[in-house]
């Protein structure tokens, strides 16, 4: 019996081994040996429990974000603000974890909510620019990222700060997502509750998306939105709810990062994992499922890059490029599909 | 007014990198590609400068600024390439590429930098010197605000502008780019090569772009640190804001230079201290949100922007 691979994991396939070449080709080109470094790379992501661990707990927040951006891609709506939708939420997970004082799961309950509620209005915004007045989604959710940070920025270092300016202060062991019994079965890892909840949400999601009839209505404007006027379907108000959802996804993407991995919230800067959420979405084709699996593809990665360049001094950046060229190679996927079509017409030849 | 004064070297300092970076993105866009890869584009062409003024910088002194921003229109219209590949010859979804371009940018420059130098931050020793322009600096009130702490930079920029804006609308050239954004398919008919024309416009968008990269470096930066500051993407923005015209562009990005400045000296210059410096560092970007919804009813935008060309496709 022949195994049948789906098409879209063919070409997700073709794309890592396209970023994991020219990476190959980029580490050769500085002298450095390609193999030794891709080994020492998946080493430093899954040598250990607590290296495969770390590795699940940097996939977290990517499994959020990129749900959030594959989420919004299903309507036909690009969110490039899942940073600043993520950073919201983090802020408000933050502040509410240093100012309040509960019984931990029921402050994680509340930072849950706030996170959600915040980046909510994140992809609220966007949402209803681009129904009601047809402003496109690409530049209303850049315009957000920037009022996220210096919203962040002036909110933390007024009334949040640490000793140091550049962040807030460190959330007490009540606020975060860090549990004593991950960590001793992870051989002290980052892992924390916040996998779980990425896992819940995948599960929800492709419900939504499969299953419901919102789904099938969000489906329908991403493919036409006229069409699913013409059938009825209230285009605009799906518009506005799919980036509201997709901003809450990556609003609890800052929760799990902020609450979970870093603990405090560096301020300043845009977290570059709702910009990875685009790829995480694009190389998973936009499935809930594609997501998963690419998210801890790229968890690994992240992971494995600073092991790699410790063991053999390649700098860590050649992570990100093959990150950004995996992305590249999705977007000329049509090149990838072309030469499967090349190749399975000359087998079919013989 | 004196506070204008004060402010107004520095707001110019910051407009004339966005003014380039957007003048290209009009070009991309006006010949039909939408490309949100400006950003990129610009960290190239400021590691291209650093680099390049890095290494020339002991033998030729200032004079290395030069050859250092030439070296970043090069840069920056090589790695453009990529995006033209892309979206022209490919096909391909003309935003992921762009933002593909993006992170590719970031992660090969400080990749580089550290091979090359050892380290991720390149900084330069000598910055462009500021002039006063001679006559017209002694006019009363324009000459204090125009001519006076001036880079070389600002007017070879505006030079370009002014050319810019004589190209698209008074050559044939011009109205062919136009017209592959507009409508390619009439223009394909009429005889122009879209693709060929598009290849242009895009790497004309590399070109500008890395040399607004390169100009933040040798006039108020000073360092290359494999990031822009979110300058390429405020570029796309004044873009949209400004209309798709050259001159709607000048008028945004000089907004957003003196609503960045004046929330920068915020601090220090009482008549703007009152202000909670966080609404003056949100203000540029929210102005842009509501000027969008203003103009969204009478969008200029290009009619075939972001549409990729298929010449059997009707």
Known sequence: MKIRIPHQLKLALMAIAFGLLIGALLILFTGYNPFAAYTALFQGGLMSIRRIANTLANSTTLILTGLSVAFAFRTGLFNIGASGQMLIGGMVATVLGLSLDLPKPLLLTVMLVGAAAAGALWGFIPGILKARFNVHEVVATIMMNFVALWTTYYTIQNYFTAEQETQSATLPSGASLQVDWLRQITDRSFLNLGLFLALILVVIIGVIINKSVLGYELKAAGYNRFASEYAGMNVNRNIVLSMVIAGMLAGIAGFTYYAGYSSHLEIGKLPTQGFDGIAVALLGANTPIGVLLSAVFFGLLLNGKGFMQSVTGVPPEIGDIIIGVIIYGSATSVLFDRLLTYFQRGRNKK | ?314
Not at chain 2, 15 to 24: K, R, V
Not at chain 2, 88 to 102: D, E, F, M, P, R
Request: glycine share 10%; net charge positive; with cysteine.
């Open chain 2, 1 to 314: 007014m004196n506070t204008i004064v004060q402010i107004f070297p520095y707001a110019v300092a910051y407009t004339i990198p966005l003014l380039i970076t957007s003048l290209g993105g009009l070009f991309s866009e006006r010949s039909g590609v939408v490309n949100i890869g400006l950003e990129g584009l610009m960290v190239v062409g400021s590691f291209f400068t650093a680099l390049v003024i890095n290494f020339l910088e002991p033998t030729m002194g200032a004079n290395a600024i030069w050859f250092g921003l030439l070296a970043a229109m090069i840069g920056g219209a090589l790695f453009s390439m990529l995006h033209a590949i892309a979206s022209v010859s490919l096909h391909a979804n003309q935003v992921i590429s762009g933002t593909a371009i993006n992170m590719i940018a970031t992660a090969v420059t400080v990749f580089f930098a550290r091979n090359l130098l050892g380290s991720g931050n390149i900084q330069i020793i000598n910055t462009l010197s500021r002039f006063n322009v001679p006559l017209l600096s002694r006019i009363p009130i324009i000459g204090p605000l125009f001519f006076t702490n001036t880079y070389a930079t600002t007017w070879f920029v505006l030079a370009i502008l002014g050319a810019a804006y004589f190209v698209l609308y008074y050559t044939p050239s011009g109205l062919r780019l136009r017209s592959c954004g507009e409508h390619p398919h009439a223009a394909d008919a009429a005889g122009i090569n879209v693709q060929r024309t598009r290849y242009i416009g895009v790497g004309l968008s590399g070109t500008f772009a890395g040399l607004g990269g390169g100009v933040m470096i040798v006039t108020y930066s000073g360092q290359f640190n494999g990031s822009v500051a979110g300058l390429g993407f405020l570029a796309l923005a004044s873009l949209i804001f400004g209309q798709w015209k050259p001159l709607g562009i000048l008028g945004a990005t000089l907004f957003f230079g003196f609503a960045t400045t004046m929330a920068n000296v915020s601090q220090v210059i009482p008549s703007l201290a009152v202000i909670p410096p966080v609404l003056l560092k949100t203000f540029p970007y929210v102005a842009t949100l509501i000027a969008l919804i203003i103009f969204s009813r009478s969008s200029q935008a290009p009619k075939a922007v972001g549409e990729p060309f298929v010449k059997d496709k009707r």
